[in-house]
């Protein structure tokens, strides 16, 4: 069954520095959203991406966050300045042709700000 | 009042016995409704989508109530492995694309 990948599974940071996260979707999905999850509470939507552009993006995504398709099939999430409340579980998913809300996520990336 | 709200429980079950819990959600003029498995420290899963008419998947069954305003889901015969957070999600009008999340009931099945 095809997987979203994403890496890396772990990332430990300072403050301040900026962090990279990647995604691989599967190759037939048409949109892609990248999601977050503080620990103990509800998934959050971040961003969507469709159409090779961002659809649209939540009021946490503020100018420290930037969505990327550099290679147009691979995705990145990048957070410029890590604070301490960006400590959270990151989870990319996609969705193709069962229709944009049906989601299909990746394990995660877990960021730890310190 | 929570755009989507959901008891978080623990629900403690015993094995084979049957389950229900409620999520309701505040805007009526929602029309996309989800359930999701989340399990600790892992990624959210589908379970199930939601229809106007109800559905059945197995031992899972979801329902509708448009006039109140929830949806419910139903685990007959449960199973160890059912113990998990289960999501409830709902789509918002104002977007394509954002979908709101409950924030789980969590479910431990006892043997």
């Known amino acids: 069954e095809p997987e979203v990948t994403q890496t890396p599974s772990h990332q430990v940071t300072q403050m301040g520095q900026e962090v990279i996260l990647r995604c691989v979707p599967i190759?037939?999905?048409?949109?892609f959203y990248w999601y977050r999850q503080i620990l103990g509470q509800k998934v959050e939507f971040l961003v969507s991406?469709?159409?090779?552009?961002?659809?649209?993006k939540s009021e946490i995504f503020d100018d420290q966050f930037s969505v990327e398709r550099p290679d147009g099939s691979n995705f990145t999430l990048k957070i410029r300045s890590t604070k301490l409340e960006d400590s959270a579980m990151y989870f990319c998913?996609?969705?193709?042709?069962?229709?944009?809300?049906?989601?299909?996520f990746g394990a995660g990336s877990r960021l730890t700000v310190l | 009042r929570k755009e989507v709200e959901q008891d978080p429980g623990p629900f403690n079950v015993p094995e084979g016995a049957t389950v229900a819990f409620n999520c309701t959600y505040s805007?009526?003029?929602?029309?996309?409704f989800f359930w999701y498995r989340q399990d600790c420290r892992k990624e959210p899963k589908l379970l199930m989508s939601?229809?106007?008419?109800?559905n059945e998947d197995g031992r899972f069954t979801a329902q509708l109530n448009r006039a109140s305003q929830y949806i419910s889901l139903l685990i007959r015969d449960s199973k160890l492995s059912d113990s998990a957070t289960y999501l409830c999600?709902?789509?918002?009008?104002?977007?394509?694309?954002?979908?709101?999340w409950g924030a789980g009931t969590k479910l431990i099945i006892k043997p």
């Open positions: 998913a996609g969705a193709g042709l069962s229709g944009a809300n049906v989601l299909t």
């Open positions: 190759s037939n999905h048409l949109y």
């Open positions: 991406f469709y159409n090779n552009e961002i659809s649209e």
């Open positions: 805007n009526s003029a929602s029309q996309s």
């Open positions: 939601v229809y106007s008419s109800g």
């Open positions: 999600v709902v789509n918002t009008m104002d977007s394509n694309y954002q979908l709101i």
